[in-house]
């Protein structure tokens, strides 16, 4: 990962680098079908997370510079990135996964949004970050907007998961309709 990219830190998670323990971290919280689906995987197409395949997730975070290791009570519990940073236009997207079970549902994934957000319209003065979210995922949809996330749209039949298609929900936050966490 680029040395120029900053640990951020906020009061219950760190979003940091990572480092050589994080492929045994990573390989151990394995590949948790329920959660899966809601990045959009049939129960049936996921698999056992491999030692190699934990290597090249570690790897791929040299690939990103604006991509970050969630940490929460000294724990690797997930990822967050921006991806398609677009610094003339001002706008990028946003993904999360939490991949720890015993994390999900408290809070820890809106922390890190909200870090993650105050760096791109803070330090990248960037406008306008999207993301989208399968319309299922009620969890997700509920952090984007604990965050500042508003609807925007819906794009019909978008995913075939479990024999059956779900609709995604494209969300954004503006500059200016974001609050940073009071520390």
Not at 5 to 30: K, M, N, S
Not at 74 to 79: P, S
Not at 154 to 179: K, N, P, Q, S, Y
Request: hydrophobic fraction near 45%; charged fraction near 25%; glycine fraction near 8%.
């Amino acid at each position: 990962m680029s040395s120029t990219t900053p640990d951020l830190e906020g009061i219950d998670v760190r979003l940091r680098q990572p480092h050589e323990g994080d492929i045994d971290a990573r390989f151990a919280l394995g590949a948790n079908v329920d959660i899966a689906v809601m990045f959009g995987l049939s129960r049936d197409d996921v698999s056992p997370l491999t030692r190699a395949a934990a290597e090249k997730w570690v790897q791929n975070f040299d690939q990103n510079p604006h991509a970050w290791i969630i940490e929460a009570e000294g724990r690797l519990i997930g990822e967050i990135r921006l991806d398609r940073v677009d610094l003339r236009d001002r706008r990028a997207s946003m993904a999360i996964g939490i991949y720890d079970k015993a994390f999900l549902g408290r809070g820890f994934g809106s922390a890190a949004i909200k870090l993650i957000l105050g760096y791109a319209f803070g330090v990248l003065q960037l406008h306008r970050i999207s993301v989208r979210v399968l319309a299922y995922n009620h969890r997700a949809i509920r952090a984007y907007e604990k965050c500042g996330f508003v609807l925007e749209g819906r794009e019909r039949e978008t995913a075939f998961v479990d024999g059956h298609w779900h609709d995604d929900i494209m969300m954004g936050v503006l500059a200016h309709e974001f609050e940073p966490p009071k520390n």
